[in-house]
């Protein structure tokens, strides 16, 4: 057998693996296998990311899941991919050309995309290199981006398609303007700069309207309170006549929740035209949009005889004008945070823009009931009903974004007639007059390309192998944060472009946070980098972590580096188990075994892996991934490890029947192979490098056949037997410790088995003996002797005698010692806990503690008085 060092060292192990798997190809998958295929794509992590904890644990679970069945006989296939992160990039550049002097809008959209473009060539595959190191077996052959050129073609296919169904339109919009610019603003290109105005309460008919923009009350077309206003239910639904610096305008009262109750007359103003909220609340009671200031920042005609002032002048003399008529309340200095334009500061105008939109609502009654029939499931159940309130109250998407890095709108506008072409491929001139055309200057949300990711990562619209073979995918893991922007939109395009759902189950995984509960922020600088820690820890320990984590209906999940030491301390007993295995392996050849009859040991351990192996599989099944792993950490560290080694290694050392050794070297070493590959999915480099120096069949674990179990290795028999033997060791252990009997010392025992257990309890008496180190006897009809403890197990009444092995004297005034210590601590907890006034104001959790310590020190009181006992 190989030779295998002392100490397991991850860092040595991990990289030369992964290398090699990817090698020899193990990660690449054919479409042409007449295996059944098993596919799932990745949630494309940023280009501008890198590995955080949210990440590691979505992609561990996903590992795990491709890796069983890889291992497991199907044709598996994990895609990966990152997206172009449109907003994050934009923000990266625009500090790179801060630094410059220069800003993206000098520069021009041209060589800005040749920047992005650059700067993703260089720096945008990191978070690649990070999932490796994580040990993600993705099929790397087929990496995409969201930009590459396959996804391209894809964004505009499915573009063109909505456009013809009538599902994609143009409707107005509120965007950020700035009016010197002359230019909209994406949200991160606004700042927010405290500046002092006035807010000027306006009297509008029996109503107060407190604002800091009085000139937009040309543009008023609507006033709204709280619906739960009590002070205000009276005028809603009704039009008020109000007088106004232009007359009498009438104005209808509406109820919406987006007002707060609380800030200043708790009514205002609806101004659909000029506020994003206003916008907002304008859509849902469909209240008019007028706009009274123009993209140059002046009033418009609609202001009628302030048309043509600017919009800071214009406030001056309406609030002149509304003084004189009488229409003012009162005015009090303000300060507040005013929106600018990041680059000249001037402020940001919201203005009314056409837009592009999808009509969503018929898409979202298909993505519904394919829900509601199963066809699609999701995991845990509970999210399917957030999945159905989302879609059942959706509103028309508006798909344009004011940036320049993303997926350039496919529609072409012809300035002379106004016309505007959708087309799949570039236009150059208007197919209607003839002139000029120019490509609508905006991009798609970048929802709007990963919403097709499940197939325009398998070659759509091209009806390649890969979609064929691949579609609908398996099962899609994913943060419950993104239900509703992500995994509804993949189900809406899907069922609409493919004709079927993206994937057969979602299971949506928990949100990491920090051992305190708290979400893990760089701010708080609670953040667990994972990379630091698989240097630390190892990339197992800290996989095996997360997937222990992984407990569904469980929202959010707490991490803490003892937990992952804990599981490094896992790694490191199976790298010793291992050890122990491969130095007992001398001589072994399978073939002798077959003379020998396997011990109970051998039965029940290999009964016990069975079980494990079921409940494995059928926890990954149902996605108990949590289950799954504690599965495998009792079954390996409690029963193969505690017991079942320190049974081999006795009777290994005691046998001279080579039949009898090799039966048990050969129990040895498959446990440990099938444990090996039960656990490879979750801790996939250590269970590689143990295996191969084992005996082993095939190059690698990584594409051995996952272990199977049907009932028949079900040995109820040997397992009552084992239990027992377990039970009795136990206890003649407990004693020991409790007695301080020298760990050296070997103690007389006597078992009195229950009626008709005589036979099976002395026929794994030495056994017993050897474990517990005590010299055994079985006497049905034994009885307690002086200065012996005893103890019930399993119906089997235990004897141990103390006789000899401890000083009973001084034992016995310790013992007496250490229960007047009891006694007062007792005396003091039940005195203190007795006392209404701490009951009643201490904290329940203080009063808790002091209960659960009076009950710890009553049983040990207990324990030594049963130990005082004994000695007789
Ligand atoms: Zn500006
Ligand atoms: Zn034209």
Known sequence: MAEIPDRYDPSAVEPRWYSEWEQRGYFTADPASPKKPFSIVIPPPNVTGTLHLGHALNNTLQDILIRYKRMDGWNALWVPGTDHAGIAVHVILDRQFDAEGTTRHEIGREAF?????????????????????????????????????????????????????????????????????????????????????????????????????????????????????????????????????????????????????????????????????????????????????????????LAGKYAGMDRFECRARIVEDMKTLGLIDRIEPYRHAVGVCYRCKTVVEPLVSKQWYVNVKPLAEVAVKAVRSRRMRIIPRGWSKTYFHWMNNIRPWCISRQLWWGHRIPAWHCDADGSVHVSRTDLSSCPQCGGRLRQDPDVLDTWFSSGLWPFSTLGWPDETADLKTFYPTSVLVTGYDILSFWVARMAMLGLHLMGDVPFRDVYLNTLVRDAEGQKMSKSKGNVVDPLEVMGRLGTDAFRFTLATLAVSGVRDIRISDERIEGYRNFANKLWNAARLVLANLDGYDARTARKATPSVADRWIRSRLGTTIRSVRKSLDAYRFNDAASAIYQFLWHEFCDWYLEIAKRSLYQTDDPAARAMTQKTLVETLETTLRLLHPFMPFITEEIWQRLPHAGP?????????????????????????????????????????????????????????????????????????????????????????????????????????????????????????????????????????????????????????????????????????????
Request: charged share 30%; proline share 5%; net charge neutral.
């Open 700 to 872: 690698s674990i990584m594409i051995a056949p996952f272990p199977k179990a049907g009932r028949a290795t079900q040995d109820a028999a040997a397992e009552t037997e084992m239990e027992a033997v377990i039970g009795i060791v136990s206890a003649i252990r407990a004693i020991r410790s409790e007695s301080r009997v020298s760990p050296a010392a070997l103690v007389g025992v006597t078992l009195k088995p229950a009626a008709g257990d005589a036979a099976r309890v002395a026929a794994q008496a030495s056994l017993i003996g050897a474990l517990a180190r005590a010299a055994v006897t079985v006497a049905p009809d034994a009885e307690r002797a002086p200065h012996s403890a005893v103890a019930v197990a399993g119906g089997t009444e235990v004897y141990v005698s103390l006789e000899g092995v401890v000083d009973l004297a001084a034992e016995r005034a310790r013992l007496a010692k250490e229960i007047e210590r009891a006694d007062k601590d007792i005396g003091f907890l039940r005195g203190k806990l007795g006392r209404p006034d701490f009951v009643a104001r201490a904290p329940a959790d203080v009063v808790e503690k002091e209960r659960g310590r009076l009950a710890e020190q009553e049983t040990i009181r207990e324990k030594l008085a049963a130990s005082l006992l004994a000695l007789g």
């Open 113 to 301: 995309l040749a920047r992005a473009w650059k700067w993703k060539e260089e720096s945008g595959g990191t978070i690649i290199g990070q999932l490796k190191r994580l040990g993600a077996s993705c099929d790397w052959t087929r990496l995409r981006f969201t930009l590459d050129e396959g996804l391209m073609r894809a964004v505009r296919e499915a573009f063109v398609r909505l456009h013809e169904a009538g599902l994609i339109y143009r409707d107005d919009y509120i965007v950020n303007w700035c009016p010197r610019c002359q230019t909209v603003l994406s949200d991160l290109e606004v700042e927010r700069e405290e500046r002092d105005a006035e807010f000027v309460y306006i009297k509008y008919g029996p109503l107060t309207i407190g604002t800091v923009r009085p000139e937009t009350k040309l543009g008023d077309t609507g006033i709204a309170v709280h619906p739960r206003d009590r002070r205000y239910r009276k005028y809603v639904g009704q039009t008020l006549e109000i007088p106004s610096v232009q007359g009498s305008i009438s104005i209808k009262v509406v109820a919406d929740a987006a007002v707060d109750p609380k800030f200043g007359t708790g009514v205002i103003k609806v101004t659909p035209g000029h506020d994003p909220v206003d916008f907002e609340i304008g859509r849902r009671h469909n209240l008019p949009v007028r706009s009274v200031i123009g993209f140059d920042g002046r009033m418009t005609a």
